[in-house]
């Protein structure tokens, strides 16, 4: 069976990736530790290595309980892991939130605009005077000596543990609809309770990604457990597809972000 028949082809360049980490691990029977993965592609490596079937196993942490990125352990099936080994540093800063607004967007620009990859940082969160980021412990030094602003307001980093990080536990509502079809304009219709005209034009104009990448073509088909992203709008999510009903129409079941 070809393997990369569950994937679709812009995600067959990961997946050689995690195979080939996977064959690095049983042949080195040394661990590989990746940089943070969303959660699509923590999908595509659960789907990839499984420890029923391969002398390797997977494990993830991104810091807190409920983070959305993670990075990952690749593992003989015989080796301890422990949350150490995740090399994850919480820096955090504070701000006068009655001088200055800031937000998820500000921080992230800061952060890249010093020439680090978005792979290198976890989840943010900005609250209450706030600002925490979790970052890979190879880039930490680095992030603590060189940002300094954000947003024009000046901040001094400081490392902080793990364990005083602020997350919240994501609330998604679940919805059963029923839709002519699994394209994406078809379904952002259905989702977010607007036109059809609505749905197609917020595509053209780069608003809406599907598992972090901005997707242009209205008829993209979205897949269950597919993760949208809607500017201005929020998140939602594609559970499963259970079937047609007698006129054709598929039921499936969709998720959005409170």
């Known amino acids: 069976m070809d393997i990369y028949q569950h994937f679709r082809k812009e995600e067959h360049p990961f997946v050689d990736r995690v195979l080939s980490w996977k064959e690095q691990v049983e042949r080195s029977f040394q661990p590989i530790l990746t940089d943070f993965l969303d959660p699509r592609e923590q999908q595509i490596m659960i789907m990839l290595i499984d420890a029923k079937v391969s002398d390797s196993t997977i494990q993830l942490f991104g810091g807190g309980k409920y983070s959305e990125r993670k990075r990952a352990i690749i593992a003989p099936n015989y080796e301890e892991v422990i949350m150490d080994d995740f090399g994850i540093v919480m820096l955090q800063a504070t701000y006068n939130e009655k001088f200055i607004t800031m937000s998820h967007r500000d921080v992230m620009g800061s952060f890249l605009s010093l020439g680090i990859k978005r792979k290198k940082l976890g989840d943010i969160v900005v609250q209450d005077g706030l600002v925490q980021l979790l970052v890979t412990d190879d880039i930490s030094t680095y992030i603590l000596a060189n940002l300094t602003s ?54 053209t104009r ?17 897949r269950e457990h597919d993760l949208i992203s809607f500017k201005g709008k929020g998140r939602s999510k594609i559970g499963q597809v259970n079937g047609k009903t007698k006129k054709g129409k598929l039921k499936i079941t969709t998720a959005k972000l409170k």
């Not at 602020?166 to 078809?186: A, F, G, M, Q």
Request: positive net charge.
């Open 150 to 203: 954000i947003k024009k307001a000046s901040i001094k980093l400081i490392e902080k543990p793990t364990q005083s990080f602020l997350e919240k536990k994501p609330v998604w509502i679940e919805e059963n609809k029923l839709v002519s079809s699994l394209r994406l304009d078809t379904i952002i219709k259905e989702i977010y309770s607007i036109s059809r005209k609505q749905a197609a034009e917020s595509i």
């Open 206 to 222: 780069r608003l809406v990604k599907v598992n972090y990448r901005i997707v242009e073509d209205q008829s993209f088909s979205v």
